[in-house]
């Protein structure tokens, strides 16, 4: 009897410390009681959004990225803040999408108040994007709280276009991501477009010799400079996957092997012996490995990691905005 009892207790102990411990982490259907239509409004605000300008996705992919690499997946992106601001520093520049996660957060108030977080308007945000760009459908975490603190200066690790192989693994490393998520990451440039901007450096003076970069497809250069001339308009955007730039798939991988990535960050990806092998994994069946990955389920994978970085959760931490822009 004494026994028994022991059990029960020890039973109703440890049950309460894994509600304790589950409590705070994310998880899929967080707002499954208290706003069960939060995933449905978010959806149909992205898809309204869409259908009155097609570049919505991919502002809001990339959105949920920059918010994840700073303080942490926290809504720290979206505070306006005058010149501190973190959403201005340079690392950020050409972010959008703040106004679609903002008419999100004023329909979620009008119906569950105070119960949704920015942070996790911009996950679901992404994960829509992707699902309406004819990518992988995944289940979305949720259960983030935003946090207090937007400062530009604690942007400057944000991976950079112009960063070595290296340093990127490395900006991905301190994140908890490994090299596998840095590729299949990566390609998330299968939707978008970017800026002349970013490509003139890679295209009239790439180091150490000046000239375009070598890595270059001799057949794509040509149209790259006819589409970015040396004294070009820098804002003439391109899409960022050759050919591709509308669909969600694995093309992007494709013309990263091939010479044809745009942007010089996913071709660094072909310099290091660890990123080079997982691109080819996806088109080749190398001797160790039993089954083909799939880009799509990786992606996945990868985006829900991304998801949990540096996140607030429990009640103790963070808070649930009223509005995205502005601490409550
Ligand atoms: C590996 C480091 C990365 C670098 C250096 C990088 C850099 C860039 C640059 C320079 C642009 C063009 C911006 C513009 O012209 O407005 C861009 C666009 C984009 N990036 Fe990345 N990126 C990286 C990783 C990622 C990741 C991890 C994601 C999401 C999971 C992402 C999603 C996007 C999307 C969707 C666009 C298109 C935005 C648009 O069409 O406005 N990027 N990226
Ligand atoms: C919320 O509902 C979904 C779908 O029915 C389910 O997969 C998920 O586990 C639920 N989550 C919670 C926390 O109740
Ligand atoms: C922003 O961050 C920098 C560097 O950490 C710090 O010196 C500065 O005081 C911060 N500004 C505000 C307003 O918190
Ligand atoms: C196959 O071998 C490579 C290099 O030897 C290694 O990096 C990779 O993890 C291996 N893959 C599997 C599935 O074991």
Redesign the pocket.
């Known amino acids: 009897m004494n026994n028994m009892l022991m059990v029960t207790f020890a039973m109703i102990i440890s049950c309460y410390i894994s509600i304790g411990i589950s409590e705070a982490r994310l998880k899929v259907g967080f707002y499954n009681k208290t706003c069960p239509d939060a995933e449905s409004i978010v959806g149909s605000i992205v898809r309204d959004a869409t259908e009155f300008n097609p570049?919505v996705p991919?502002?809001l992919?990339?959105l949920?990225?920059h918010d994840c690499f700073v303080q942490g997946c926290d809504g720290s992106i979206l505070i306006d803040n005058g010149r501190i601001s973190e959403r201005i520093a340079v690392g950020h520049?050409?972010l959008?999408g703040f106004d679609v996660i903002e008419s999100a957060k004023a329909q979620l108030e009008f119906v569950c108040p105070g119960v949704v977080s920015c942070a996790d308007i911009v996950a679901m945000a992404a994960r829509d994007a992707v699902a309406f760009s004819f990518g992988p459908n995944y289940e979305v975490e949720t259960g983030r709280r935003d946090g207090f603190v937007s400062n530009k200066s604690l942007a400057g690790r944000m991976?950079?276009?112009r960063?070595s192989i290296q340093l990127?693994k490395h900006k991905f490393f301190d994140k908890g991501l490994n090299e596998k998520d840095?590729v299949v990451?990566?390609g998330?440039?299968t939707?978008?477009?970017?800026?002349c901007?970013?490509l003139m450096g890679r295209l009239y003076n790439s180091s150490p010799h000046g000239g375009p970069d070598p890595s270059i497809d001799q057949d794509f250069l040509p149209e790259l400079m006819e589409t970015c001339p040396p004294n070009g308009d820098i804002n003439f955007?391109l899409p960022?996957d050759h050919n591709s730039g509308e669909a969600f798939d694995i093309q992007i991988l494709e013309n990263i092997r091939s010479g044809f990535a745009v942007?010089q960050?996913d071709a660094k990806l072909m310099d290091d012996p660890v990123t080079k092998r997982i691109l080819d994994s996806y088109f080749m069946r190398f001797p160790n490995q039993t089954v083909q990955p799939s880009f799509e389920a990786d992606f996945v994978k990868s985006?829900v990691k991304?998801g949990r970085i540096g996140v607030k959760t429990g009640p103790k931490r963070g808070e649930i905005r009223r509005v995205c822009n502005t601490f409550n």
């Open positions: 570049r991919a502002f992919l990339r949920h990225f520049q050409g959008r991976p950079d276009f960063d990127l840095l990451l990566s998330a440039h939707i978008g477009t970017t800026a901007f970013f955007r960022i942007l960050s985006m991304m």
